[in-house]
């Protein structure tokens, strides 16, 4: 009896193992693709971490170019900005001289038509008295 036992076991132990044996083939085979992978990996890392740098660099050369650009072009701005200022400033003086141009050439109006009526009356008067 207690060699069936042991050969029961053995047959036991014996599917184990054959069971066991490709389940750690496949997780030797997976952990070596994944030991490929992360070499691969760290190659690729490495061109796109020195691409990274040079374009951050060419990007820092570009932003240092647009800044001195800007320091020439800002005295130009600053100028437009006064004249602008300028014009809008002779804009109005020139609004505040038409309408008083306006009042004038109205009150002008007024009186060349109360002279005319005058000159007119004269001389209708002065014809009369003839």
Do not use: H, W, Y
């Not at 030991?35 to 490495?46: G, I, K, N, T």
């Not at 003086?93 to 009186?111: C, F, W």
């Amino acid at each position: 009896m207690a060699n069936i036992a042991f050969l029961i076991i053995a047959i036991a132990v014996a599917a184990l193992v054959a069971a066991i044996i490709p389940t750690c083939l496949k997780i030797s085979r997976i952990a070596e693709e994944v030991r490929e992978s992360v070499a691969v990996f760290r190659v690729d890392l490495d061109v796109t971490l020195r691409q990274t740098n040079t374009l951050i660099e060419k990007t820092n050369d570009l932003v240092d170019d647009i800044n001195e650009k800007m320091e020439t072009v800002d005295p130009f701005f600053e100028a437009v900005a006064d004249l602008s200022e300028s014009v809008s400033d002779l804009n109005t003086q020139a609004r505040g001289l038409g309408g008083r141009a306006s009042a004038l050439v109205s009150t002008s109006s007024k009186a060349t038509g109360v002279f005319a009526a005058a000159r007119l009356a004269g001389k209708l008067f002065g014809k009369s008295r003839k």
